[in-house]
């Protein structure tokens, strides 16, 4: 599991560790971690130019002493001091004793190496108009190096005001932040390496990211006793005569889920079976259909609330898709006994929240939260980072590692819908079917692209495949 942790734990436990450590020792475990990354990225070291950009506080230390290193192993380390009157002292002494220099914005234009140590953590909206001066002379072929966490983005919430850094690499210290696994902001922080610098952290993050090992052991497994319905029957009420393939794409997402049975009701019923005969079709309404775990609702029903209404009456898990989202009654949401699953993406979250799509996708953290507490649901706010959140405060939210940009096709949301929904009816509790659902899709749409554009029906046939690399 990655876990990232907001600025305000960050500092806590590293005052708690700096009590026990002695003067400076904490900045020197930074600076060596960071140096080093430095030098992986240079190649050679000794003759390297290296330009250290220096804002105020510790974020510009780590970067000066890390210089003083570069430094003594040959490199020719300039600073550029940002906000002179209140650079690190003892960071700056060491890097002037290990023969750097202190020099103008003109240096840059000669760096083999840019190192970001304008604001880090700390910082709040974007860059000043000199720190945005000084980027401006960086070469687009010349690599940057962020201290801690890209300048100019917000460390707890992912979101960009302004200007910022755009880093090839940031090397963050102690714990991973929010703010590196989340768009906007993920987007400028390049490769992330985390350096250990003995932390102290608490068990609860606020945000975390499953691994693959996560992954397969929440993985649904049938027994030897396990038939159909043990397995989990999911229901999906989704089509229409103008979108048949909606229902076609969210029955494919279940039986590729794992789904023992997947009972459909709606209008594209021959579409459905024309494709997938093992399907078992209803006329409906969903409540009538049958015995199921979990119902998927919504996916191309067009303004069918009649469905939506069925759905969310029932007593078992229902997830919420596409134009169910539009249809659906918040009350009824909330008055549910059983989970809900809402997978809007940002044009979706932002008539659910009825703010604007721009303030959805450069503040999904906030969007998904606000969603989740707003609708008492599970959200999985789909996007470039897709993020899974649970009503329940006290909760991380999970962040999705995998995908591709190539997911971004029509009928992607309707497969996703699918999956969750089989997993759902498998047993997993809401907060697990939707990240689990995520990592699946987003390693299929990876196996089905190969670098090249995929459509939804190549990410359903790929989810197999994507299941069986995580149980290896």
């Known amino acids: 599991m990655r876990t990232a942790y907001s600025v305000e734990t960050v500092r806590t436990a590293e005052r708690e560790l700096m009590a026990r450590l002695p003067d400076g020792a904490l900045m020197q475990r930074a600076a060596a971690g960071l140096a080093a990354a430095c030098a992986d990225l240079l190649g050679r070291v000794y003759g390297a130019r290296v330009v250290l950009l220096i804002g105020s506080g510790?974020?510009?230390?780590?970067?000066?002493?890390?210089?003083?290193?570069?430094?003594?192993?040959?490199?020719?380390?300039?600073?550029?001091?940002?906000?002179?009157?209140?650079?690190?002292?003892?960071?700056?002494?060491?890097?002037?004793?290990?023969?750097?220099?202190?020099?103008?914005?003109?240096?840059?234009?000669?760096?083999?190496?840019?190192?970001?140590?304008?604001?880090?953590?700390?910082?709040?909206?974007?860059l000043r108009p000199d720190a945005e001066a000084a980027l401006w002379a960086v070469s687009d072929a010349v690599p940057v190096v962020a201290v801690d966490l890209p300048s100019g983005v917000s460390a707890d919430t992912g979101e960009v005001v302004g200007e910022a850094v755009r880093a090839d690499a940031t090397v963050t210290f102690g714990a991973y932040k929010p703010g590196l696994l989340i768009d906007p902001a993920a987007e400028y922080a390049g490769a992330v390496r985390l350096v250990d610098i003995g932390l102290d952290l608490p068990v609860v993050p606020e945000l975390e990211a499953l691994q693959y090992a996560d992954v397969a052991a929440l993985l649904p497994r049938p027994s030897a006793e396990s038939d159909k319905y043990r397995r989990g029957v999911v229901g999906i009420a989704a089509g229409s005569a103008r979108y048949p393939g909606a229902a076609v794409l969210a029955v494919a997402g279940a039986l590729h889920g794992g789904a023992g049975a997947v009972r459909y009701t709606g209008p594209a019923a021959d579409a459905v079976i024309a494709r997938f005969p093992e399907t078992l079709v209803h006329a409906g309404p969903p409540s009538k259909a049958g015995r199921v775990q979990a119902w998927v609702v919504g996916p191309g029903i067009g303004d069918d609330a009649s469905a939506v209404d069925d759905v969310l009456a029932t007593d078992v898990p229902v997830l919420v898709d596409a134009d169910?989202?539009?249809?659906?009654?918040?009350?009824?949401?909330?008055?549910r006994s059983a989970p809900t699953l809402l997978t809007p993406h940002a044009g979706e979250a932002a008539a659910l929240l009825d703010i604007s799509r721009e303030e959805v996708e450069g503040g999904r953290l906030s969007a998904a939260r606000g969603l989740a507490t707003r609708y008492g649901a599970t959200v999985l706010l789909k996007g470039s980072t897709t993020l899974v959140a649970s009503p329940s405060g006290d909760v991380p939210v999970r962040v999705n590692p995998t995908g591709t940009p190539w997911l971004a096709t029509a009928g992607s949301g309707d497969v996703l819908s699918g999956l969750a929904g089989s997993l759902l009816a498998a047993g997993l509790e809401a907060r697990d079917a939707g990240s689990v659902a995520a990592y699946l899709h987003g390693l299929a749409a990876r196996r089905a692209s190969g670098g090249a554009a995929v459509v939804a029906q190549d990410v359903a046939e790929h989810v197999a495949g994507a299941w069986r690399d995580i149980c290896r």
């Open 324 to 335: 169910g989202l539009r249809l659906l009654d918040a009350e009824a949401v909330r008055a």
């Open 58 to 126: 510790a974020n510009g230390g780590d970067a000066l002493f890390a210089g003083a290193r570069l430094a003594r192993r040959g490199a020719g380390v300039s600073a550029v001091l940002l906000d002179p009157d209140r650079a690190h002292e003892a960071g700056l002494r060491a890097l002037l004793a290990a023969g750097g220099r202190v020099d103008d914005t003109s240096v840059i234009v000669r760096a083999d190496l840019v190192v970001d140590g304008i604001t880090g953590i700390g910082g709040r909206g974007g």
